[in-house]
């Protein structure tokens, strides 16, 4: 399973988002209500990823506007940063989910491996338009779809890293002059379901400053 061939050559970020809605590069457009996309220029100094849409997401067809984006909003407000100066994104553009017992919630389900390569052409195809400074990823399905499937959040969490793109393998994705670095971090939905919700969302936003003083550090 491949998007490859759904993924137009040589085109802007409105060509991919309207192309996208056409997808069948995995089985997750036939529950879906649409693709979701992305948001934010294209010139944005602080690109976040995050793993797919979520429910709210997939009816509205943008990605971050359900509770975890609300907070997601919050945290990036608290530290000052614009957003103008962010591009949003999933690594996975369909909604994964199974309905509950009665039919009338849908349950959120991680998109498996498969799924997650299956889409990579389309987040290989914004890279190859964005010029970040700073790449964060939200949670664990995004960072592995970044920097592959060793990686782990939970060791690496707030660090400033060397941006995983490669000169060898740009099917990957690109390299960039100047250099852009990657920060990993929770997905804000593990935050909403934390025992402990205060402590969770400051260490979010203490690594959330990491990534914005990286783009100061990097622009030097």
Not at 93 to 118: W, Y
Not at 211 to 217: H, I, S, T
Request: charged letters at 25%.
């Amino acid at each position: 399973m491949s998007a490859q061939e759904y993924v137009p050559d040589s085109a802007s970020l409105e060509d991919l988002r309207t192309a996208v809605q056409g997808c069948r590069g995995c089985d997750l457009y036939r529950n879906a209500t649409q693709a979701v996309f992305s948001r934010g220029p294209v010139d944005a100094p602080m690109v976040f990823v995050g793993e797919q849409p979520g429910d709210v997401e997939d009816r509205r067809g943008e990605p971050f506007v359900g509770p975890a984006g609300r907070l997601l909003a919050r945290a990036v407000g608290e530290i000052g940063l614009e957003p103008d100066r962010m591009y949003v994104t999933n690594a996975v553009k369909h909604f994964k989910f199974r309905p509950d017992a009665r039919g009338k919630r849908r349950i959120h389900q991680n998109p498996n491996r498969t799924e997650v390569v299956a889409c990579r052409p389309w987040l290989t195809a914004e890279f190859a338009l964005l010029r970040p400074r700073v790449v964060v990823a939200l949670g664990a399905t995004a960072a592995q779809a970044l920097a592959g499937p060793s990686f782990r959040v939970t060791r690496s969490r707030g660090q400033v890293l060397p941006w995983p793109g490669s000169a060898e393998h740009p099917e990957q994705f690109p390299t960039y002059d100047p250099p852009a670095v990657f920060v990993a971090t929770v997905h804000p939905s593990a935050i909403l379901r934390a025992d402990d919700r205060d402590a969770a969302y400051a260490a979010f936003v203490t690594d959330l400053e990491v990534a914005v003083k990286a783009v100061g550090d990097v622009d030097r």
